[in-house]
């Protein structure tokens, strides 16, 4: 987390769960020579909220204190799920962990444990794997938060951010083998939307800039694995 406005809405929207690895692991050759003939189960987590940050949420924040912010915060998320439903916007982490699944099975030999993904809402390994305590590791990718953010020192520009993190773990252990975590934060500020812009043209821009963040997602979990 770098800059101090991703900071800010952090904590005014909750985007980033406690307790959440940012370090990237990865794979040693052993545990991935020990993948080869093994079935790998794959998680599906609960969308997180989606909002965007607007100048009088900020002002919210600094006229009320954080209950304030935290209720202008609560609107803009409610708001911004509705949009995400209307244009038929899916969690980033369902297409990256199809990917990641497809190169364990044809690079490391995995197999596909089932056609049904394990439904989750842990972050602990060890409770994740006992979630599919038939399989021999789980593929554990989630969107750990994503939103909507005006520039600074413009107002009337906005950014997307979205953070996932990857997780492969050995199922009867609950040791993490692999892990990656990606923070994408859009910084073309000259072609930047205004706030109505994000949801233009059925919402073009925002599926752009999440598909640039899954694009790096991926090629950063690729490399782990």
């Known amino acids: 987390m770098k800059t101090y406005s991703l900071l800010l809405v952090i904590s005014l929207i909750g985007i980033l769960p406690s307790c959440v690895s940012t370090k990237n692991i990865a794979i040693s050759s052993?545990?991935?020579?020990?993948?080869?003939?093994?079935?790998?189960?794959?998680?599906?987590?609960?969308?997180?909220?989606?909002?965007?940050?607007?100048?009088?949420t900020m002002l919210a924040a600094s006229l009320t204190g954080?209950?304030?912010?935290?209720?202008?915060?609560?609107?803009?998320?409610?708001?911004?799920?509705?949009?995400?439903?209307?244009?038929?916007?899916?969690?980033?982490?369902?297409?990256?962990?199809?990917?990641?699944?497809?190169?364990?099975?044809?690079?490391?030999?995995?197999?596909?444990?089932?056609?049904?993904?394990?439904?989750?809402?842990?972050?602990?390994?060890?409770?994740?794997?006992?979630l599919a305590p038939n399989a021999d590791y789980i593929l554990d990718v989630r969107t750990l938060g994503w939103m909507g953010a005006y520039y600074p020192m413009t107002l009337t520009k906005y950014y997307v951010i979205h953070n996932a993190q990857m997780r492969?773990?050995?199922?009867?252990t609950g040791r993490v083998i692999a892990q990656g975590f990606s923070n994408y934060q859009g910084k073309d500020k000259n072609n930047a939307p205004d706030f109505d812009g994000i949801y233009s043209?059925?919402?073009?821009?925002?599926?752009?800039?999440l598909k640039k963040s899954s694009d790096q997602a991926t090629g950063i979990?690729?490399?782990?694995?």
């Open 168 to 172: 492969l773990i050995e199922q009867k």
């Open 66 to 130: 954080g209950i304030g912010g935290a209720i202008a915060g609560g609107v803009a998320e409610s708001q911004g799920n509705k949009e995400i439903k209307k244009h038929g916007i899916k969690d980033p982490a369902e297409k990256i962990a199809e990917t990641l699944e497809a190169k364990l099975i044809k690079d490391a030999g995995g197999k596909r444990f089932s056609n049904d993904k394990t439904y989750s809402t842990k972050n602990d390994p060890k409770d994740v794997a006992a």
């Open 30 to 56: 052993t545990d991935r020579a020990a993948i080869s003939g093994k079935s790998i189960a794959v998680t599906s987590h609960p969308m997180p909220g989606w909002g965007i940050i607007k100048p009088e």
């Open 221 to 225: 979990f690729k490399s782990q694995l």
């Open 201 to 209: 043209n059925g919402a073009a821009f925002l599926k752009q800039e």
